[in-house]
């Protein structure tokens, strides 16, 4: 658990969710979605209920729509509706302001990259195919998805496995390679969803949060709750989170599965990603070779 007594260490790897934070597809999602509840005299769907899909698995996310939308609709129906409007839309996502920059100086700086999207590989490569460009700093190995197996049931987004695996997926080409592994607290994870931020603070690990302007309006007064990962996203009992999560990490440093504190100093709120503050990071200039 990071504490404000444990001064966070240089960033050696970055890992990023995608939707709403890389492309824009966040705001793909509620098109498609406004689109249904009009066609069915519902409301458009508000950013308090929003916030709460943000990041989660699909299941976990389509349980809390519905008991809001109440549609009169079988899930059948929705999913139809719902997946051919994705296919028609998808395809048009574009990058975010400063993503395609930021992404290629940290490969130019030397920093490790991974992602860790809740996003199934159908929708991921509905949303990425046609950018593929901008994904090439993560290595096909680097890249975690929603559906992946290694991600056991139940334990999307705000729980921390997601993260881990990540992680874990460096570490293992590192060690490849011969060279020293990557620690959670070395790790910086770029989110916008609030579910996203609270599962990368229980991942122990350090934390960007850039949420849409909207989002952030939802958070006004609670922007420290939201870095320090304690907006109780995760509802799983807490003493069976950490028996199922906690790991061993090198030298004692900290312990995995649990959030951290308010102005503890691991996390920090950013409105965009353009000009980022790479020194505040440890994240210096690598000589060029």
């Not at 909207?214 to 509802?235: F, I």
Request: hydrophobic share 35%.
């Amino acid at each position: 658990m990071a504490s404000k007594d444990s001064p966070p260490p240089p960033i050696r790897a970055c890992l990023f969710d995608m939707d709403g934070l890389l492309i824009d597809s966040e705001d793909l999602y509620t098109i498609v979605t406004n689109r249904i509840l009009a066609e069915h005299n519902r409301p458009p769907l508000p950013w308090t209920i929003k916030a709460q899909l943000q990041g989660r698995p699909g299941p976990q996310a389509g349980q809390i729509f519905h008991s809001w939308a109440q549609l009169p609709l079988t899930h059948e129906e929705f999913v139809q509706k719902q997946s051919a409007l994705q296919r028609e839309l998808f395809p048009n996502t574009k990058p975010l302001p400063g993503v395609p920059e930021l992404l290629q100086e940290l490969k130019r700086r030397g920093v490790h990259m991974a992602l860790a999207t809740s996003s199934h590989r159908v929708n991921y490569d509905l949303k990425t195919s046609h950018i593929q460009h901008l994904f090439e700093p993560f290595a096909q190995d680097h890249r975690v998805l929603g559906d992946d197996p290694r991600i056991p049931p139940g334990r999307g987004k705000p729980a921390p496995d997601i993260w881990l695996l990540a992680l874990k997926t460096l570490n293992t080409t590192l060690a490849q390679k011969g060279e020293p592994e990557i620690r959670p607290e070395e790790c910086l994870v770029f989110e916008d969803s609030v579910p996203g931020a609270e599962s990368g603070r229980r991942a122990g690990m350090q934390l960007v949060w850039c949420p849409h302007p909207e989002l952030l309006k939802v958070y006004q007064g609670r922007e420290k709750e939201v870095l320090a990962g304690l907006t109780g996203e995760h509802k799983e009992d807490e003493e069976q989170e950490l028996e199922s999560t906690e790991i061993e990490v090198k030298q004692g440093r900290r312990r995995v599965g649990l959030p951290g504190e308010i102005d503890d100093g691991w996390a920090t709120l950013l409105d965009s990603l353009q000009d980022f503050p790479y020194e505040r990071f440890g994240i210096g200039q690598r000589p060029a070779l």
